[in-house]
């Protein structure tokens, strides 16, 4: 599986192994990213107040304030903003492919991830049932975890394809020509004749 159909593709399997690059790489890129945004902002005095790209269980985020600059800057909420879509369908993407490898549709991510993210985005607003919601986004988002980054997938081709641990079919190696000598003179003669003709 390419780069490309990895983090923008949803369908297909991987194994538990790019799952961890995956997820690791989208982290060290939204870090990266979020730096990189922060000293823009700095260096042209635009951009104090604080940026966060956050991707239901990733996130990554930098606050900077100073020089009596207003910290409810527009430029950290507009530029995150396309960056946390962006993360969030490349992740989506995986661990959806990751679902798939444990034969499971990729819906499961709904009450995986979706249920965790809704609690943390709107969990004060639920009163006196916030402890019982709230333990049961955690045991979701954890079951949902080990489902993902630690167990093994469906061995052989399942509904959504091929093991990605299986083996590359063999191949027969190629066939060598042989050509018929008589004591290398045959094939200087040959040689000659092609350079000759040109």
């Not at 945004?37 to 604080?50: F, K, Q």
């Not at 045991?139 to 990605?164: C, H, I, Q, S, Y």
Request: charged content about 15%.
């Amino acid at each position: 599986m390419d780069f490309k159909s990895l983090l923008f593709t949803f369908d297909g399997r991987i194994n538990r192994a790019k799952y961890w690059l995956a997820t690791l790489g989208m982290l060290a890129a939204m870090i990266a990213a979020v730096l990189t945004l922060a000293s823009i902002g700095i260096t042209y005095g635009i951009g104090n107040g604080r940026y966060v790209i956050d991707v239901i269980g990733l996130s990554a985020s930098v606050k900077f304030t100073g020089n009596g600059v207003s910290t409810t800057s527009w430029y950290p909420q507009i530029v995150t903003v396309p960056l946390s879509l962006a993360f969030a369908w490349m992740y989506a993407a995986v661990c959806i492919k990751r679902l798939h490898d444990r034969n499971k549709s990729g819906w499961w991510l709904l009450p995986f991830v979706g249920a965790t993210s809704l609690y943390g985005h709107s969990g004060d607003m639920l009163g006196a049932a916030d402890p019982y919601v709230g333990f049961l986004a955690a045991v979701l988002f954890v079951w949902g975890f080990f489902e993902m980054a630690f167990l093994k997938g469906t061995t052989g081709t399942n509904r959504f394809g091929a093991d990605p641990l299986a083996p590359l079919p063999s191949r027969t190696p190629a066939t060598p020509v042989t050509y018929p000598t008589t004591g290398g003179r045959n094939e200087l003669r040959v040689a000659y004749v092609i350079k000759s003709s040109r």
